[in-house]
């Protein structure tokens, strides 16, 4: 599945998520190579991904004779473990927080607010229901209760966030997605690889959606949300292209101590929470 709109770093942190997180290991750089060249991203990409993932934090390098093997840093398995609560888990239970930002950093929390989905009320004032991201300075956090069974919480988001633009998003990943099962369901035949690439497009599309999200409670959003219809969408896909994914790991995806695993307890469960969803 070529995709020549695919960042190679966004990429291989995909490749990372749905592949390394919950089998452990550090790859060989020759698999995100041969992955990335599938979906159209070239070695020389691949390479100059991998050393800005370093200098981040993200991967660190190992050599075993002449190849170089690459892990997440223990910082970004945290990181990574999270997302895949997120994409795998069931939803969370939203809560309504509002958070005044004190100190002289208040600027630099007030981005990572918004980049977990809070809306700003004022310089220093933001309100959202998703968990809190890390912040630098001192703040002061009221969680909040709606009364009067929220009859005013669809103004409130429709004031506070561009609910637009992620319902475009939603719904592109519904066309494009959807096309792709029809396909599957009339009997298009993919080889292993390409079964790998397939899923990990699906998880890459998937995650830039969601990670964005400011994931409102339902009763706030408009009654066309077309999230829960996505989220089934993902869930059947990822199951039906696991098996020859997994398989295909299991064969060539190598580490420092031999190959990965097809399966572990940690795939098996994302693919028990995924049956939950259908």
């Known amino acids: 599945m070529s995709n020549a709109s695919l960042r190679a770093a966004s990429f291989i942190v995909t490749i990372y998520g749905d592949v390394v997180e919950p089998r452990g290991g550090a790859i060989w750089i020759g698999n995100l190579i041969e992955t990335c060249a599938e979906v159209g991203i070239s070695e020389t990409l691949v390479r100059t991904a991998v050393s800005r993932l370093m200098a981040a934090g993200q991967l660190a390098g190992e050599r075993e004779g002449r190849r170089s093997y690459y892990r997440l840093t223990a910082a970004a398995q945290t990181d990574f473990a999270a997302a895949a609560r997120l994409l795998f888990g069931p939803p969370e239970q939203p809560l309504w927080r509002f958070v005044y930002l004190g100190g002289t950093a208040f600027e630099t929390d007030a981005r990572a607010l918004e980049q977990a989905g809070y809306s700003r009320l004022g310089s220093r004032l933001s309100i959202g229901s998703r968990p809190l991201p890390q912040l630098s300075g001192g703040a002061v956090v009221f969680n909040a209760e709606v009364a009067g069974g929220g009859s005013g919480l669809k103004e409130l988001a429709a ?24 396909a599957l369901a009339r009997g298009e035949k993919l080889g292993p690889i390409e079964h ?38 993902f869930a059947d896909l990822y199951i039906r292209l696991s098996r020859k994914a997994d398989d295909f790991i299991a064969h060539r ?5 031999g190959p990965l695993p097809a399966q572990t307890g940690a795939t098996r469960h994302r693919i028990d929470e995924l049956l939950a969803i259908m």
Request: hydrophobic share 50%; aromatic share 14%; net charge negative.
């Open 159 to 182: 004031e506070y966030w561009d609910l637009s633009n992620y319902a475009e998003a939603y719904r592109e990943f519904l066309q494009r997605f959807g096309a792709f099962s029809e």
């Open 196 to 233: 790998l690439a397939a899923r990990l497009v699906l998880v890459h599309q998937y995650r830039m959606i969601v990670l964005h999200d400011p994931r409102l409670p339902a009763v706030a959003l408009p009654g066309d949300w077309p999230q829960a219809e996505v989220r089934r969408l």
């Open 253 to 257: 995806f190598l580490t420092a101590d």
